[in-house]
């Protein structure tokens, strides 16, 4: 029965009390906690902190054990950015943005073909201007009939072919 009485009053503070709080309260209460658990725990396992010395003769190694593990992780982190010839290819920051960009352009002319409108490289401030020069520029002819020129060839659709 008390774990019942301590499942509901723990969610009542939960769900009611704690919410209500602001950051800087729940910051400390959590800071109060963090450090009443650490207190708990070192006064309840003291004597296996006291009776664990197998380490103890290794603590006059550890700066130097640190430095050396720091000073491999930098040689070995140097190495990997190396390559293994003589000479180092850096690329051109642009080849990066080039490719993405080359790849953009070419997805919005293909939609573009596909809905059969011409794009152009200066936008307008007239759009409907902009329709009227532009429109559909195959001769009114829809993006299905469009596609299939695309895949067929000019002829598709003309001379009663039917695909």
């Known amino acids: 029965?008390?774990?019942?009485?301590?499942?509901?009053?723990?969610?009542?503070?939960?769900?009611w009390i704690i919410p209500r709080f602001g950051p800087l309260v729940l910051a400390i209460v959590a800071l109060v906690l963090l450090i009443l658990g650490v207190y708990n725990h070192y006064s309840m396992f003291a004597t296996e902190y006291r009776l664990s010395t197998w380490q103890e003769g290794m603590k006059a190694?550890?700066?130097?054990t640190l430095i050396v593990v720091l000073v491999v992780m930098i040689i070995f982190s140097i190495l990997y950015m190396v390559p293994s010839g003589s000479s180092i290819y850096l690329p051109s920051a642009e080849s990066a943005t080039n490719v993405v960009t080359?790849?953009?352009?070419?997805?919005?002319?293909?939609?573009?073909?596909?809905a059969n409108v011409k794009v152009t490289a200066?936008?307008?401030?007239?759009?409907?201007?902009?329709?009227?020069?532009?429109?559909?520029?195959?001769?009114?002819?829809?993006?299905n009939l469009n596609m299939l020129r695309q895949m067929y060839g000019n002829n598709a659709g003309r001379n009663g072919n039917r695909y």
């Open 122 to 143: 200066t936008p307008s401030t007239n759009a409907g201007s902009n329709a009227a020069t532009y429109g559909n520029n195959n001769s009114n002819a829809g993006p």
């Open 102 to 114: 080359r790849a953009a352009n070419n997805g919005m002319r293909a939609a573009a073909n596909a």
């Open 61 to 64: 190694y550890a700066p130097q």
């Open 1 to 15: 029965m008390p774990s019942i009485l301590f499942l509901l009053v723990g969610n009542a503070i939960l769900f």
